[in-house]
């Protein structure tokens, strides 16, 4: 029967999607590469090529090294919670108790509301005469510089991304504890356990894939920060919540520095794409079955 | 029995106190938009329900910013993405589904190769393309909001969700369709685009999510105050009235509004979980 389809009808039906994935990723894909082999410092419409000393150069500037720290420093800070406490959520959720929609609903909220408006939100929280200072006065402590302390930026910075954050691997969770058979749940139960051995010898082991595949989207979104930077801070102070989008886009955008920001951008490239590779090759083969 | 009701408990004041985690800040928002001038928004201890209660500052950030202009801006950038994701995304799976065609795998892997690409680190030459291509504000609004569309037009995630939703239709329905006289682009049209109506849904639902709150590209490419979405109009909210909290807070708010009554209307398909594939990673 597939005779009938012609045989062009398959390349007709893929073209236009083809021809926006060949602009819009492959092209810049190797761009990419090549542009961080550029220098437009001097000249934005005259690029020269300057081989390897992009890369030279950022190995050799310590603010790509505070801003790679940062990064890394937003990955297991956010990681690890984004992990566990969602499911911790979806276990205390997904008991027969009431209200549950309502409580879904309220603790998804922070997905779907802009995360400039989030942010924004969170500023005034983080005020110097807010509302957390005011909570930090009462306990009789020194008031705060949650976004102005180069030593507090940054985690108050990760707070936003984790509080957007788990609303969203909470109904991914959910989604995954309906698969662990209630048989096992029913053994515990006569055998008299309790919810923490029940949870630690049935569900964990059972949704352990669902614990990695949450691991490494949190990784990969944790690699991509940049609007509650934007909003909140603009990496400072002194480059203290400064990360790798956010140096990229301002060595980009605002020094116009291309070429060194392209490099920047391979670097992140290459972090992103393994995280991608592993959770496609480990956790995702059935959604693509490969 | 009693020990089933006390364990719920804790369950309940956990849960309880997540949700108002959760929606505290804008709570807090809410308040000091509704706060008068002579109401200090910095008292110690902070007042929850404003004493000196008034709109007036929805009233005046209204009245200096186009809220709906922006409205209008994220509603065409984001109608715009989900028409083109849901068109090429179908078109692409299709024949991934059904079709037998020379570079099929090579297809396959170079869509599933894009997942890995994030948009942050091409978007410099995606930038530079979209330059090159005269689709920015300062040529005409038109290609403004081309600009806008395109780099997100069809992504891997839509064209597998497709792919999928068309694996998942009896291909009886297609020999039916072809025995009575339908050529290739009618099956796809009439036959088969009706039964994966619920993906298509699921599809443009996220598309839409995600389009709207999008605010790093915008912020890149626009120029024009008038081409502004509603993200980066509530940014700019912060350099337009700098300190004025009250200002700031009332227009964030007045902003929400619309994305909250679609995710109330459309709760089920967000929180049910069975979606949870069809999101961004």
New interface residues.
């Given amino acids: 029967m597939f005779k009938y389809y012609g045989k062009y009808a398959s390349y007709l039906f893929i073209l236009p999607a083809a021809v926006v994935l060949v602009i819009f990723f492959f092209i810049p894909f190797f761009q990419t590469f090549l542009l961080s082999f550029l220098d437009y410092s001097n000249n934005i419409y005259q690029a020269k090529f300057i081989g390897l000393e992009n890369y030279i150069n950022l190995f050799h500037n310590p603010v790509f090294y505070k801003v790679m720290w940062n990064t890394f420093v937003y990955l297991f800070v956010a990681v690890p919670i984004l992990a566990i406490f969602p499911l911790f959520l979806a276990i205390l959720i997904n008991q027969k108790i009431r209200g549950v929609t309502l409580y879904k609903i309220l603790i998804y909220l922070p997905v779907i509301v802009s995360i400039v408006v989030a942010a924004i939100a969170f500023k005034w929280l983080y005020a110097d005469q807010g509302i957390l200072n005011y909570l930090v006065s009462r306990l009789n402590l020194e008031p705060v510089g949650w976004l102005t302390d180069p030593s507090f930026a940054l985690y108050s910075v990760i707070i936003v991304t984790i509080w957007k954050g788990i609303g969203y691997y909470m109904i991914i969770y959910l989604a995954a504890l309906m698969s662990v058979p209630k048989e096992l749940y029913e053994a515990c139960d006569i055998d008299g356990a309790n919810f923490l051995t029940k949870h630690l010898t049935v569900t964990i082991p059972h949704i352990m894939p669902t614990i990695a595949l949450v691991t490494t989207i949190s990784a990969i979104s944790a690699m991509k920060v940049f609007a509650e930077i934007y909003v909140m801070t603009k990496g400072g102070p002194l480059n203290s919540s400064k990360t790798i989008v956010y140096y990229i886009y301002e060595r980009a955008f605002e020094n116009l520095d291309l070429g060194y920001a392209s490099a920047m951008a391979v670097v992140l490239l290459i972090i992103v794409m393994v995280f991608s590779l592993i959770n496609i090759l480990c956790f995702e083969r059935n959604k693509y079955q490969i | 029995m009693k020990r089933i009701k006390f364990?719920?408990l804790y369950?309940?004041i956990?849960?309880i106190a997540?949700?108002l985690?959760?929606?505290f800040?804008?709570i807090?928002?809410i308040s000091?938009s509704l706060k008068g001038n002579s109401e200090n928004i910095?008292a110690?201890?902070?007042q929850i329900t404003p004493q000196d209660f008034t709109w007036a500052n929805y009233s005046g950030v209204w009245d200096k910013v186009d809220f709906i202009g922006y409205f209008i801006n994220s509603m065409i950038v984001a109608g715009g993405t989900v028409i083109l994701n849901l068109?090429?995304?179908a078109?692409?799976g299709?024949?991934?589904a059904r079709?037998?065609?020379r570079g099929?795998k090579i297809?396959f892997f170079?869509?599933?190769a894009?997942?890995?690409?994030?948009f942050?680190?091409?978007?410099?030459?995606?930038y530079?393309?979209t330059l090159k291509l005269h689709l920015v504000d300062s040529v005409n609004n038109f290609a403004g909001f081309v600009g806008l569309i395109?780099?997100f037009?069809?992504n891997a995630f839509g064209?597998?969700l497709m792919r999928?939703a068309f694996l998942g239709v009896p291909k009886e329905m297609?020999?039916a369709a072809?025995v009575d006289g339908c050529n290739?682009w009618q099956v796809?049209w009439k036959v088969l685009m009706p039964m994966v109506k619920p993906s298509l849904a699921v599809l443009a639902i996220f598309t839409f999510?995600g389009s709207?709150?999008e605010?790093?590209w915008p912020?890149?490419v626009l120029t024009k105050e008038s081409m502004y979405t509603?993200?980066?109009g509530?940014?700019n909210?912060?350099g337009m009235f700098s300190s004025n909290?009250r200002f700031?807070?009332a227009g964030?708010i007045l902003?929400?509004i619309p994305?909250?009554v679609?995710?109330?209307c459309m709760?089920r398909y967000?929180?049910s979980?069975?979606n949870?594939?069809a999101?961004k990673?």
């Fill in positions: 364990k719920n369950a309940h956990i849960l997540v949700s985690l959760s929606i800040p804008f807090w928002l000091t910095f110690y201890p902070p068109i090429l995304s078109m692409a299709y024949p991934l079709m037998e065609f099929k297809t170079a869509v599933l894009t997942i890995m690409i994030p942050q680190a091409i978007m410099l030459p995606v530079l393309i395109m780099p037009a069809v064209i597998f999928q297609e020999e072809i290739v796809f999510i709207w709150g605010f790093l912020s890149i509603l993200p980066v509530v940014n909210l912060q909290w700031i807070a964030s902003s929400t994305i909250l679609f995710f109330l709760q967000f929180i979980g069975e949870e594939g999101v990673g």
